[in-house]
């Protein structure tokens, strides 16, 4: 099994916003030489094909398998009435904007969430934000037959209680078919508004630990 280690740091806190403050984090893993190892996401085609209301939208941190899971994003959707939209031209690269989020006509109308899920021994509890919406700007190259997905990135939002998240990321294409396509997440950082609790931090922090001892 490949020797990996993780870093996750608090930075610390980011000025008042709001009259709280906000704490910054950054979820990432990495191998012994440095190398970053992403998380994945895939999106399976709505009936209408790419872009289009219906498609749905997943990601994780790569490591459901191990139980080792730092962050899960599941049950987003183009909602009705959404869909894929032409933000800028530049030569023969288009970029797309499209924004996901809960929609009751799809995925039974389960709400779309971020967990920050529990790793066992670790942190008290795992943390679920919901009234999640993400959107992605992706860039594609129609000079390129068929056209080439360059990637792109996102930001989020989400709440959970009294609790605010902001995210952000990048991604990368791997794949794709007539299904949907696929590909992986170098990272995502986090910002939580308020702080969290001292407790939370910490135990967030350990689970690198944890994992730097599972994997060394």
């Given at each position: 099994?490949?020797?990996?280690?993780?870093?996750?740091?608090?930075?610390?806190?980011?000025?008042a916003?709001?009259?709280s403050a906000a704490a910054d984090v950054m979820l990432g893993t990495w191998d012994s030489d440095?190398?970053?190892?992403?998380?994945?996401?895939s999106e399976v085609y709505g009936g209408d094909g790419p872009g289009q209301p219906g498609c749905g939208l997943s990601?994780?941190?790569g490591f459901e398998e191990s139980g080792l899971t730092q962050w899960r994003?599941?049950?987003?959707?183009?909602?009705?009435?959404?869909?894929?939209v032409k933000e800028s031209e530049d030569g023969?690269?288009?970029?797309?904007?499209?924004?996901?989020?809960?929609?009751p006509g799809f995925g039974g109308g389960?709400?779309?969430?971020?967990?920050?899920?529990?790793?066992?021994?670790?942190?008290?509890?795992?943390?679920?934000?919901?009234?999640?919406?993400?959107?992605?700007?992706a860039e594609v190259d129609y000079g390129e037959d068929p056209p080439l997905y360059l990637g792109g990135v996102f930001e989020g939002t989400g709440v959970a209680g009294d609790l605010l998240v902001e995210f952000s990321g990048a991604v990368e294409r791997s794949g794709f078919d007539a299904a949907g396509h696929w590909g992986t997440v170098p990272f995502i950082s986090l910002t939580l508004i308020p702080e969290p609790t001292p407790l939370v931090v910490l135990g967030l922090a350990g689970i690198a630990v944890f994992r730097a001892r599972r994997w060394g």
């Amino acid at each position: 099994m490949r020797k990996a280690v993780v870093i996750l740091t608090a930075v610390g806190l980011a000025g008042a916003v709001c009259g709280s403050a906000a704490a910054d984090v950054m979820l990432g893993t990495w191998d012994s030489d440095g190398d970053l190892l992403p998380g994945v996401w895939s999106e399976v085609y709505g009936g209408d094909g790419p872009g289009q209301p219906g498609c749905g939208l997943s990601a994780n941190d790569g490591f459901e398998e191990s139980g080792l899971t730092q962050w899960r994003l599941t049950g987003l959707y183009i909602p009705s009435g959404g869909g894929a939209v032409k933000e800028s031209e530049d030569g023969t690269i288009t970029t797309w904007k499209t924004v996901y989020t809960t929609d009751p006509g799809f995925g039974g109308g389960e709400p779309a969430s971020l967990e920050l899920l529990e790793a066992p021994g670790l942190w008290g509890e795992a943390v679920t934000f919901t009234d999640v919406e993400v959107t992605i700007w992706a860039e594609v190259d129609y000079g390129e037959d068929p056209p080439l997905y360059l990637g792109g990135v996102f930001e989020g939002t989400g709440v959970a209680g009294d609790l605010l998240v902001e995210f952000s990321g990048a991604v990368e294409r791997s794949g794709f078919d007539a299904a949907g396509h696929w590909g992986t997440v170098p990272f995502i950082s986090l910002t939580l508004i308020p702080e969290p609790t001292p407790l939370v931090v910490l135990g967030l922090a350990g689970i690198a630990v944890f994992r730097a001892r599972r994997w060394g």
